[in-house]
C-alpha cells in the first residue's frame, strides 16, 4: 500500500514489556517523525530522523529508542512501558525541511 | 512552557458561517506555520500552511492569516460545513529545523 502505515493499530501491554511500535512509508520521504497525542497536550515530537542511521531527541524522549535502518522504517521502541506511556502514537514523514508532514493512522496504546 | 497556544479547546458555529480558529505562539524565531484537522480515529492531514514573509494565504474556503508582532495567527472557514468538524492543530517551526511544535488542538463542530 502507498503511503505510510503504523503497526499495530492498537496494542494492550503490561507495565515494564517492552513494545515496538512499526512505522513504515513508502515514498523514501528522507525526514520522520515520531508524536504522542495526549489530552490536553496536543501532539508531542518524541523522536526524529533525517535520513537512515541519523535520529535525534524530540521534546518527550524518555523512556523511547529509535532507530533506522531503512529510508522507509521507523519503529519505535519503549524499552519498559509505564502507565505514563499511555497513549496515541502518530509516525509522520515529509520529503524537504519545508515540507508539510504527512501522518500514518495512529497507534493507540494501553500500559496496564 | 507551551510555546504554541490553543486558548479555545472548542468552538461551535452555524453551517454556512465562517469559523475563526485562532493560535498564539511566544518564539519570535518561529518562521513557518501550518494548520492541520484531524478526524478521529485517524492521522492529521495537512490544511494550509503560511510563510513569516506573507500575513496571509488563502486556498478555496480556507484563509490563514499571520500577525507577527502579535504571535498570532488565524484560520478562517467560509462558508462551514458540516464535514469541516474535526479537531484543528496549528504548528510551528523556524528556520533551518524539521521540528514543529504543535499546539493543542481545537475542536470545531459545525450545526446543520
Known amino acids: 500500500d502507498a503511503g505510510i502505515t503504523q503497526s499495530p493499530r492498537y496494542k494492550i501491554t503490561e507495565t515494564g514489556r517492552q513494545v515496538t511500535l512499526m512505522c513504515h512509508q513508502t515514498?523514501?520521504?528522507?525526514?520522520m517523525f515520531w508524536y504522542r497525542q495526549d489530552l490536553g497536550h496536543g501532539l508531542r515530537l518524541i523522536y526524529y530522523?533525517?535520513?537512515?542511521?541519523?535520529?535525534d531527541k524530540g521534546e518527550v524522549p524518555d523512556g523511547y529508542v529509535v532507530s533506522r535502518s531503512k529510508t522507509e522504517n521507523f519503529p519505535l521502541t519503549l524499552e519498559s512501558a509505564t502507565r505514563s506511556q499511555t497513549s496515541v502514537y502518530f509516525c509522520?514523514?515529509?520529503?524537504?525541511?519545508?515540507?508539510?508532514?504527512?501522518f500514518g493512522p495512529g497507534t493507540r496504546l494501553t500500559v496496564l | 512552557d507551551q510555546q504554541v497556544k490553543q486558548n479555545s479547546p472548542s468552538l461551535s458555529v452555524q453551517e454556512g458561517r465562517i469559523s475563526i480558529l485562532n493560535c498564539d505562539y511566544t518564539?519570535?524565531?518561529?518562521?513557518?506555520f501550518l494548520w492541520y484537522k484531524k478526524y478521529p480515529a485517524e492521522g492529521p492531514t495537512f490544511l494550509i500552511s503560511?510563510?513569516?514573509?506573507?500575513d496571509k494565504n488563502e486556498d478555496g474556503r480556507f484563509t490563514v492569516f499571520l500577525n507577527k508582532s502579535a504571535k498570532h495567527l488565524s484560520l478562517h472557514i467560509v462558508p462551514s460545513q458540516p464535514g469541516d468538524s474535526a479537531v484543528y492543530f496549528c504548528?510551528?517551526?523556524?528556520?533551518?529545523?524539521?521540528?514543529?511544535?504543535f499546539g493543542t488542538g481545537t475542536r470545531l463542530k459545525v450545526l446543520a
Open positions: 509522520a514523514s515529509t520529503h524537504s525541511l519545508w515540507g508539510e508532514q504527512f
Open positions: 515514498w523514501s520521504h528522507s525526514y
Open positions: 530522523s533525517a535520513a537512515a542511521d541519523i535520529t
Open positions: 518564539n519570535s524565531m518561529f518562521d513557518y
Open positions: 503560511i510563510s513569516s514573509i506573507k
Open positions: 504548528a510551528a517551526s523556524s528556520s533551518g529545523t524539521y521540528k514543529y511544535i
